[in-house]
């Protein structure tokens, strides 16, 4: 068993150099996710508007646009407001599309990565010829959401504080599930005062890392959020290492520390792919 443990340590270190190594921007992006309701018969498209010129150096070419249908292109482009841009049409730093997914009786619409604005507006431009572009919003949370009634021509975005809640649930879920899983694994689920440990535990340290990726968001736009959590990840396996060494009983401290340190490289590691769809999820239910 212990040489299991070591190689699982081993393994999820090693996983963590590489992931560092080979992906510099890994960790926790901006996220925007629109839900539209009642979205308009036929095809249409929907973008971002962020202020000023578009990115320097736009990675997106004409080829790309070239299977869209030109004339709502053309209606999208001749509705932004002076002062904007489009920020998938103009090729800013951000992954998404101009159609959404159904869901229900509605569609959902996922903007990530940097180039998601801190302050955007809305654009939808109809096959029937409409266009429309709501009013300027600011997000205050690294990931967050906003609802768009397309019938009424209104846009809804939670409060700060339910963006807080629901962005510390999207987080919290998958670590609890990873870690969880791993505490079993490592000999500590056989003892009940373990489990609350674990749970206090996680608490602590996941709550820390939201209000720390809130605050950095709110005093230097969401940008700075995601590197706040890559640098958060790492002060959370070294405060949890030293908790786990001394709270959980039944076996060593270096296996608790042990634990601690692959609990944090696996669950950091698996929320990079499953950020997304948790958060989808988080908001669907919200």
């Keep these: 068993m212990k040489r299991i443990l070591r190689t699982l340590t081993l393994a999820a270190l090693t996983a963590c150099l590489l992931a560092v190594s080979a992906l510099a921007d890994s960790g926790p992006k901006p996220l925007l996710t629109v839900t539209v309701e009642h979205p308009p018969e036929g095809v249409y498209y929907l973008d971002l508007l962020a202020e000023g010129p578009p990115y320097d150096e736009g990675y997106r070419t004409e080829a790309d646009s070239a299977a869209l249908d030109q004339d709502l292109l053309q209606a999208m482009r001749d509705a932004v407001p002076e002062g904007w841009h489009l920020c998938i049409l103009d090729g800013d730093l951000i992954f998404g599309d101009l159609t959404g997914e159904p869901q229900g009786d509605a569609m959902i619409h996922t903007f990530s990565y940097y180039g998601v604005p801190d302050t955007y507006r809305i654009l939808i431009a109809a096959e029937s010829g409409e266009t429309w572009v709501s009013d300027p919003y600011t997000r205050h949370v690294l990931q967050s959401s906003a609802t768009v009634d397309w019938t009424a021509k209104t846009i809804a975005v939670p409060s700060p504080?339910?963006?807080?809640?629901?962005?510390?649930?999207?987080?919290?879920?998958?670590?609890?599930?990873?870690?969880?899983?791993?505490?079993?694994?490592?000999?500590?689920?056989?003892?009940?005062?373990?489990?609350?440990?674990?749970?206090?535990?996680?608490?602590?340290?996941?709550?820390?890392?939201?209000?720390y990726a809130a605050a950095n968001t709110l005093s230097g736009g969401a940008g700075s959020g995601a590197l706040a959590m890559l640098a958060g990840e790492c002060v959370i396996a070294l405060v949890e290492g030293c908790l786990y060494t001394c709270?959980?009983?039944?076996?060593?401290?270096?296996?608790?520390?042990?634990?601690?340190?692959?609990?944090?490289?696996?669950?950091?590691?698996?929320?990079?792919?499953?950020?997304?769809?948790?958060?989808?999820?988080?908001?669907?239910?919200?």
């Design 161 to 211: 504080a339910a963006g807080f809640a629901m962005q510390f649930f999207s987080t919290f879920l998958p670590t609890l599930l990873i870690e969880g899983v791993l505490l079993a694994l490592f000999g500590y689920g056989k003892l009940r005062r373990n489990w609350i440990v674990f749970l206090a535990v996680n608490l602590v340290t996941q709550g820390g890392l939201a209000w």
């Design 247 to 286: 709270l959980l009983k039944g076996h060593s401290s270096g296996r608790a520390f042990g634990y601690a340190v692959t609990a944090n490289a696996c669950s950091a590691l698996a929320g990079i792919v499953l950020v997304e769809p948790v958060w989808k999820f988080v908001v669907s239910i919200s």
